[in-house]
T-cell receptor, first 111, second 113 residues
Framework: EDQVTQSPEALRLQEGESSSLNCSYTVSGLRGLFWYRQDPGKGPEFLFTLYSAGEEKEKERLKATLTKKESFLHITAPKPEDSATYLCAVQTKDNFNKFYFGSGTKLNVKP | DSGVTQTPKHLITATGQRVTLRCSPRSGDLSVYWYQQSLDQGLQFLIQYYNGEERAKGNILERFSAQQFPDLHSELNLSSLELGDSALYFC????????????FGPGTRLTVT
């Protein structure tokens, strides 16, 4: 069964303390992996798409990487405004139109 | 602002009733996705339409149905509502052709009492 697992469930960081969020997946064939940011009560906001192992994407303090079994979202020198829930989703080769979301990592960055 | 609009923002209704949620995709996007997000279950994919045709189905209950109209807006119909249907319902859109990143609307919060 296709599955997406994110860890940790929650992460508390001090401002400036870098860390990484993990998204591991077991799918029959990966077509794409997506990262989103979600603020409370709002819709997820698209961050990155990764398609193949070894690929990396960067945006401000965030960098996403992909291996054959997992993806990492690295947060460098986070600020309080980075506090949000980060979701990953996988798209399989079986059906490009179906997406499996992980349950998210809730990040809290304290000043 | 993602460019995806959803109405209404909030909906409170009683068990057994039927409601319709509406979504307008970003200009130029042909694909519409519907998701349910409840506290204990995360974001669950329900159904996807591309240019008026159903293309993928997830964990959508038989009491739920959706359609996409010629002007590309979509509606999600929920009937015989139960307390457990209380959740945030999100619509997302994408171009649907080789580019699949989704842009989400602000959601409709459904409360069933």
């Amino acid at each position: 069964e296709d599955q997406v697992t994110q860890s940790p469930e929650a992460l508390r960081l001090q401002e400036g303390e870098s860390s990484s969020l993990n998204c591991s997946y077991t799918v029959s064939g990966l077509r794409g992996l997506f990262w989103y940011r979600q603020d409370p009560g709002k819709g997820p906001e698209f961050l990155f798409t990764l398609y193949s192992a070894g690929e990396e994407k960067e945006k401000e303090r965030l960098k996403a990487t992909l291996t054959k079994k997992e993806s990492f979202l690295h947060i460098t020198a986070p600020k309080p405004e980075d506090s949000a829930t980060y979701l990953c989703a996988v798209q399989t080769k079986d059906n490009f139109n179906k997406f499996y979301f992980g349950s998210g990592t809730k990040l809290n960055v304290k000043p | 602002d993602s460019g995806v609009t959803q109405t209404p923002k909030h909906l409170i209704t009683a068990t057994g009733q039927r409601v319709t949620l509406r979504c307008s995709p970003r200009s130029g996007d042909l694909s519409v996705y519907w998701y349910q997000q409840s506290l204990d279950q995360g974001l669950q994919f329900l159904i996807q339409y591309y240019n008026g045709e159903e293309r993928a189905k997830g964990n959508i209950l038989e009491r739920f149905s959706a359609q996409q109209f010629p002007d590309l807006h979509s509606e999600l119909n929920l009937s015989s509502l139960e307390l457990g249907d209380s959740a945030l319902y999100f619509c997302a859109s994408s171009s649907g052709t080789s580019v699949y990143e989704q842009y989400f609307g602000p959601g409709t919060r459904l409360t069933v009492t």
